[in-house]
C-alpha cells in the first residue's frame, strides 16, 4: 500500500455528534490518525481551550491566514470564520497517517476541488427531531444560534449527496467502527496503490520467458 495517509472530512449538521466520534476514534486507534485542529473567530465555549478544540483567533489575526495563503480551505459559518491551517495537515498525511478535517460542507467541497482524492463522509442523527434535542440538550448556545444552526443545517442537507459515504450516528460504536472501516477500506482502492502495482507488474515482467 502507498504510504502517504487519506484525507478524509467528516461534516455533519451541527450537533451530530461529530465531535464525540472523532475523539472515540483517535482513543480506540493511537497513532494511526490524525485530526486537524482548525483557526476560528468563534468564541470559546465553555470547557474550550486554545489550541486544543479549535485555534480562537481574532479576525484580523484569520484575514492575515488568508493573505499568507496559510489555510487549506475557509468558509463563514453562523457569522464566523472556520478555517484549516495547510501546515500540520501536509506533514501528518506525508508521515502515513490518515488525517480527518471536521468541517462543513462549503469548506469540504473546495478541499475536494483542491485535492481529489479526499473521501468524504457525512454524519446524520437518525432524524431531525434528534438533531433538535441534541442542539438543545448541549446547553451550549442561546434559541437565537440552535435556530441559525438548524436553518444552516437545512441547507446543508440539500448538498449531501455530493459526499461520498453518508453515516448515520445512532450507536455511537456502530458509527465509531463503520467510520474506521471506510477509511480504513480506502487504502485499498487500486487508484491509491500505483506505486505497488507498478512493481508487481516489473517483477512480472521479469518472470516471463521470452521465447
Ligand atoms: P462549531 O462552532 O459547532 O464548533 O462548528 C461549526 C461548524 O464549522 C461545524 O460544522 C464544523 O464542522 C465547521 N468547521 C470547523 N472547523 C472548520 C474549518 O476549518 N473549516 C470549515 N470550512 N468548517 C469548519
Not at 15 to 29: D, H, N, R, S
Request: charge should be negative; proline fraction near 3%.
Amino acid at each position: 500500500m502507498d504510504k502517504k495517509g487519506i484525507l478524509a472530512v467528516v461534516s455533519g449538521f451541527s450537533g451530530a455528534g461529530k465531535g464525540t466520534i472523532m475523539k472515540q476514534l483517535l482513543e480506540e486507534y493511537p497513532g494511526r490518525y490524525a485530526l486537524s485542529i482548525s483557526a476560528t473567530t468563534r468564541n470559546p465555549r465553555p470547557g474550550e481551550s486554545h489550541g486544543k478544540e479549535y485555534f480562537f483567533v481574532s479576525k484580523e489575526e484569520f484575514e492575515r491566514m488568508i493573505e499568507e495563503n496559510a489555510l487549506i480551505e475557509y468558509a463563514r459559518y453562523v457569522g464566523n470564520y472556520y478555517g484549516t491551517p495547510k501546515e500540520y495537515v501536509m506533514g501528518q498525511l506525508n508521515e502515513g497517517r490518515d488525517v480527518i478535517l471536521e468541517i462543513e460542507i462549503q469548506g469540504a467541497l473546495k478541499v475536494k476541488e483542491a485535492y481529489p482524492d479526499t473521501l468524504l463522509l457525512f454524519v446524520s442523527p437518525p432524524n431531525a427531531g434528534e438533531l433538535k434535542n441534541r442542539l438543545v440538550n448541549r446547553g451550549t448556545e442561546d434559541t437565537a444560534t440552535i435556530d441559525s444552526r438548524l436553518a444552516r443545517a437545512w441547507q446543508e442537507a440539500q448538498g449531501v449527496e455530493q459526499y461520498d459515504y453518508f453515516v448515520i450516528n445512532d450507536d455511537l460504536e456502530e458509527c465509531v467502527q463503520q467510520v474506521h472501516s471506510i477509511i480504513q477500506n480506502e487504502h485499498a482502492r487500486a487508484a491509491r496503490n500505483h506505486a505497488v502495482i507498478e512493481n508487481i507488474r516489473t517483477e512480472l515482467k521479469g518472470f516471463v520467458k521470452g521465447d
